[in-house]
């Protein structure tokens, strides 16, 4: 999904992306390549990607020019794990599959998962992230 934040003075366009689930990596990149071509002036990509992060999925999108904002903020490079394998969630998060993707123009000041995991567990088998960005 295409959409726009109004931020003060000016509209910032970006994207919502939940890429396929339970289908092989080239099928992720095929819809990589669509995403890239709709992305046009978009300065932010967000959503679950169901990649890990040293994938040919978040490469792809690196080697587009879009950086991974938590990737910025973490002195490890996978980032905070932010989904559940299938089954309870009664344990933290083991996989990091969910992206807030920026340009270079975007600086990251602030981002992050929630700690609180088993506040979020019964809402959904992701966590959300939270951004500070500027533009």
């Keep these: 999904m295409r959409a726009e934040i109004e931020v003060v ?9 939940h890429l ?12 990589i390549g ?8 978009a300065s932010l990509i967000a959503g679950d990607l169901n990649a890990e992060p040293e994938s040919a999925e978040l490469k792809e999108f690196a ?37 807030l993707l920026v ?9 992050c998962v929630p700690e609180d995991w088993e506040r979020w567990a019964p ?3 992701h966590l959300p992230l939270v951004a500070r960005l500027g533009l």
């Design 9 to 17: 003075d000016r509209v910032v366009p970006f994207i919502d992306v």
């Design 20 to 31: 396929g689930a339970g289908v092989p990596a080239e099928e992720r990149l095929r819809q």
């Design 34 to 41: 669509l995403l890239l071509t709709l992305a046009g002036g």
């Design 63 to 99: 080697n587009s020019g879009w950086r991974d904002a938590e990737r910025r903020m973490y002195a490890e490079a996978s980032g905070p794990s932010t989904n559940w394998h299938a089954g309870p969630r009664v344990k933290p998060p083991t996989q990091r599959l969910d992206y």
């Design 103 to 111: 340009r270079d123009r975007v600086t990251v000041t602030e981002a």
């Design 123 to 125: 809402l959904s088998d």
